[in-house]
């Protein structure tokens, strides 16, 4: 064995062990959709007397944590989205409307004076007319009276620390002109009381809640009171409570009006259905992808089944130590990267198959060196293909919103994890085998020494392939035509995200049928609503962007007829919002085929990028179009399938591309067309075995998945098909055309034929 295969063999366990050690001791961070709950994203609003920005928001935030605290909610993720928008995330709730209630009030910032702790002893200690009696911030409770000084007359509140007279950390005020004299009155007549007197404290109340309530310090007199600028609230403070407490009553001090402009609501129940149904999937998906690569590569098949088994191990720990929030999309591209890891291997193996069947009888260790050989002359494609994955999963990650982006962050560790795998994982197991004189000396038991069906096949029939190349762009340009038509006679299905409303999912204690429903909405006053069923018992309706009395009244209706009817989903998108993510997706791919067509020009040709990229606009607009025909939704999934596809589509044309470059380096000069032709046949065995490895994982989702990833799977089943032709019977006959036309470069017509006499031509397939 030689010192890198060990290196790698050493390297390969310690991280596999750490990624045990990781999964036994970490949970994992499910996402709302995943384990129930409400998410909301509020957006903030200019108020007369403060402007919605960074600044303003982050306050905002603080004050809203402080209320979601107030509710009770369990682990609740509060968040500054942008510059004015706050992201809120409350697991196990799944009525939003107390909540969007709470949220959405406008923060009430006042101050009081102290009239005593009430006496719960008396024959009726409730509050008298103008008087309250709240809890204050040490669990006690006092009885305020009235207030005649809000927190909009608070210019400024911040934390100081004052290490030179070891006073510590304390929080200083600044009013402003009216509210400088209510403040010097409040704290004047506070100070008629004696020291430790209840009374003499002034309370500061945030939404109800006492936040602080410190003593005028007995050197104020009584009347006198306190000057604005030079009010100091005191105490044992910490950095971070003095910071707390001047921020909350600066937020209060500058209150900014927040609306509801997204709101998503699922069921703990379709959560729990959700993570079993791709549980299953991921498990028959990924079974079958280890039968099938074990099938075709035998014994170093199932060595990379058996570093697939790895994969999935340190992606899961690695999702598991970021805290990458687990969504059902992310959950789904966990799933899809398990037969994307697959590509690297099949990549290594077919190239390691050509160097076996070029190297056996001219040396005396030919698996070996074809091994090595495979893995390194396929290290590029690896690279590069994996290298436009990322660059989709970016895409993902900076324009998409919610679980748009846990997919993107999904996939890009999926993608490290599988080179990961790969090129040391499956090359130190394969490697490792090697040595072994038995496996070396039967290759029907390695596998590389077989050349496989593919490629057996290819060499018989010899086909030339793109004699007439036009004819395949004729083609294709036909299916783009059949799609944009379409687009324009059945027009695109946005989903509740690009055009803004209501969409909620019920389901029913018994069978409803999508007509009854129908009638019964429109009975109750929605006769605009957009009834679909998804089974007997479930059903989806769309509306615009009503309230929570309506989505009440939709759910009494549909229980008339069908029984109980359980909320199980509730989208809410502002019309604002809709507008800005279906801006971003628009945004998205003009960058994907901006950053697609840059990386590919600077790794190969521009007349090779242009081609990629074509094909890959060719794939987006076949499968638009196709969910045009079929009236499927255009939604934020259907957005990251898409970008997925981008990035599976120019995966494909790369690998192609790649051999391209290699054959027509050996020839400088030459026509294209010989080494196009060649390379296009040396890379069909690749191409058709990552196809099926991926179609396994994506039928099973299509099948298994339930209804949240049927969608997804579908678009991404339809972009895998048509990518791969169109990497071969698109791209390759741009390419083609493209330097045919180049001034400075070799004819590449077909009406170029071989001598008679010469023999079959050196264009006639697969090297041998």
Request: net charge positive; hydrophobic share 45%; charged share 20%.
């Amino acid at each position: 064995m030689t010192r890198a295969t060990t290196v790698r063999a050493v390297l390969a366990a310690v991280v596999l062990l750490v990624s045990l050690f990781v999964t036994l001791t970490m949970s994992p961070r499910l996402g709302l959709d995943l384990q129930g709950g409400t998410r909301l994203v509020l957006q903030a609003k200019d108020s007369p007397t403060a402007k919605a920005d960074r600044e303003s928001t982050d306050r905002t935030v603080e004050v809203l944590r402080q209320r979601i605290d107030a509710l009770g909610v369990a682990e609740p993720t509060v968040t500054r989205s942008g510059e004015d928008r706050v992201l809120v995330e409350l697991p196990d709730v799944t009525d939003p409307r107390e909540a969007a209630e709470v949220l959405g009030r406008t923060a009430q910032l006042t101050f009081h004076p102290v009239l005593g702790v009430p006496d719960d002893a008396a024959p009726d200690p409730k509050p008298k007319a103008a008087e309250l009696v709240l809890p204050d911030e040490s669990g006690g409770r006092l009885r305020l009276g009235a207030s005649d000084l809000s927190g909009a007359g608070v210019k400024d509140a911040r934390a100081e620390f004052d290490g030179q007279r070891g006073a510590g950390w304390s929080v200083s005020l600044d009013f402003r002109d009216d509210a400088s004299r209510d403040w010097t009155r409040l704290t004047g007549e506070a100070a008629c009381h004696p020291p430790q007197d209840e009374r003499r404290r002034v309370a500061i109340v945030l939404d109800e809640k006492v936040i602080s309530s410190p003593q005028v310090s007995p050197s104020v007199t009584c009347g006198a009171g306190l000057p604005s600028g030079t009010t100091q609230i005191t105490g044992s403070f910490s950095a971070d409570e003095a910071k707390n407490l001047a921020l909350l009553i600066k937020g209060g001090a500058l209150p900014v009006p927040v609306e509801v402009v997204e709101q998503r609501t699922v069921g703990p129940t379709l959560g729990a259905e959700a993570i079993s149904a791709s549980a299953r999937a991921a498990v028959i998906g990924a079974g079958l992808t280890a039968l099938f690569i074990t099938f075709v590569y035998r014994l170093f098949g199932g060595l990379a089944a058996l570093a697939l088994a790895g994969y999935t191990l340190i992606s899961y720990a690695a999702l598991v130590a970021l805290g990458v929030t687990l969504t059902l999309p992310g959950l789904a591209g966990f799933v899809l990267a398990i037969g994307m890891a697959v590509d690297a291997n099949v990549l290594a193996f077919e190239r390691a198959r050509e160097e076996y069947a070029s190297r056996s009888g001219r040396t005396s260790r030919p698996l070996r060196s074809a091994l090595a050989a495979g893995f390194r002359n396929a290290r590029t494609a690896v690279v590069d293909s994996n290298v436009t994955t990322l660059l989709a999963a970016g895409l993902l990650f900076g324009l998409g919103s919610g679980p748009v982006k846990g997919f993107g962050v999904t996939l890009a560790i999926g993608v490290l994890v599988s080179m990961f795998s790969a090129l040391v994982i499956a090359r130190a197991l394969t490697e490792m085998a090697a040595n072994s004189r038995f496996v070396t000396d039967f290759p029907g038991v390695n596998g590389i020494g077989l050349r496989g069906r593919v490629r057996t096949y290819l060499t018989r029939r010899a086909p030339q392939l793109f004699r007439r190349s036009r004819r395949w762009l004729g083609v294709s340009t036909v299916v783009v035509a059949l799609a944009v038509l379409g687009v324009t006679l059945r027009g695109l299905n946005l989903g509740v995200e690009f055009t803004g409303g209501r969409l909620m999912e019920y389901t029913t204690s018994r069978p409803v049928g999508i007509d009854t429903a129908r009638t019964a909405l429109a009975d109750a006053g929605f006769a605009d609503a957009e009834v679909t069923t998804a089974g007997e018992r479930e059903l989806s309706v769309r509306t615009g962007d009503t309230g929570d009395r309506a989505e009440a009244a939709i759910r009494d209706a549909l229980s008339a007829e069908g029984g109980a009817a359980t909320k199980v989903r509730d989208d809410l998108i502002g019309p604002s919002l809709g507008n800005e993510l279906r801006r971003h997706a628009l945004i998205a791919l003009g960058i994907a085929v901006g950053a697609q067509l840059l990386y590919l020009a600077v790794r190969f040709r521009w007349s090779f990028a242009v081609a990629s990229v074509t094909a890959m606009v060719h794939d987006v607009v076949i499968l638009v179009g196709v969910f045009a025909w079929l009236g499927r939704p255009i939604d934020g999934i259907f957005l990251a399938a898409l970008l997925t596809v981008i990035g599976y589509s120019v995966n494909d044309s790369v690998v192609v591309f790649d051999r391209v470059r290699e054959l027509w380096a050996r020839r400088p000069g030459s026509p294209l067309l010989p080494a196009a032709r060649a390379a296009v046949l040396q890379t069909v065995p690749r191409t058709v075995n990552t196809g099926m490895g991926a179609l396994f994982i994506l039928t099973a989702l299509a099948v298994l998945g339930g209804d949240s990833l049927r969608d997804f799977a579908l678009a991404l089943l339809i972009g895998i098909c048509v990518g791969t032709y169109s990497s071969v019977f698109t791209a390759v006959p741009v390419a083609l055309e493209m330097e045919s036309r180049r001034k400075d470069g070799a004819p590449t017509r077909q009406r170029q034929r071989p001598k008679a006499g010469r023999g079959r031509p050196a264009d006639n397939g697969a090297r041998v």
